[in-house]
């Protein structure tokens, strides 16, 4: 486990606890998810690193169609800044589904 | 879908259908965390869901190819693709990737009374703000319906989904009527 990933863990919370987010997907690139699912199953699913600017945050979500997604992805990206405590950071906020009705979304488990 | 399975999940279409047999449980994460994944169980849902209706009703045999075709083409669809920007500011970037978007109109037709939705494209550069994209919707509608006020419906809310969710300049939205299913006026199709 790298020493970012208790950040990302914290990161996966947040994004659940936002109002029109009904799901947390792997953020990885299909190559790198490809090799998670292999050997890390139960890895954070956002993904930190860290260069010499700072923090890189990359999120996937699923949000409601409730909402205009672009104001989901906002409180989303809110959350991540709480969530990251302050510390400087470029952040990709994913909108990967649109999800119709939120109970019907399957998300369970990781919403 | 490749060899690495939707979305890079390691399972295929067929897995996917087992898991949802199986109520999914117990839970399998690869397949719970991946959005694709999820489009196409949210697909195989429905279309269960209907094909269910006709036998019961006896209103028609289901066309096992007709089903396939239909399935194969989500998992198609729910491909991430391309991402959008939805908004930039500084270092944040929010965007909607092109999967989203495509599983979104699906699931805005299938939701409509008596249509489900075969295929969909979004046809140009997504990048192009002066030109705009074309989206093309390919649909069955069930038997007896006014084809014409079904195409419409779906065009419309078509519209109103890609409004509220994407800034795509969508320079149309072509509805095409690609087949007829039967379904139980009295019970309904859903």
Redesign the interface.
Known sequence: MSDLEPLARRVDDALRAVDGVV????ARP??A??LH??FD??AA?SSVGEDADGLTVEV?I?VT?AA???DT??RA?IAVGEALGGT?????????????DAG???????A | MDDDGIGGSGYTLDDLSDYLDRGRVPAIPEIDANPECQAVLDSLTRMSAVSKELVDTEAAAVDASWFDAVMREVTREVRAGRDIPLAEDDDVHLVITEGAIRAMVRETGDALPGVIVERTRIVGDVDDAEEGVRVEVAISVAYGQRMRRAADHVRRATADALAKHTPLRIASIDVTVDSLHTFDAEEGER
């Open positions: 799901g947390v997907y792997s299909l190559a998810r490809v699912t292999a199953a139960d699913l996937s699923g169609d205009p997604s672009v992805a906002r990206a400087p950071a470029s952040l990709t906020v994913r909108v990967s589904r649109v999800v119709r019907a979304a399957g998300a369970v488990g990781v």
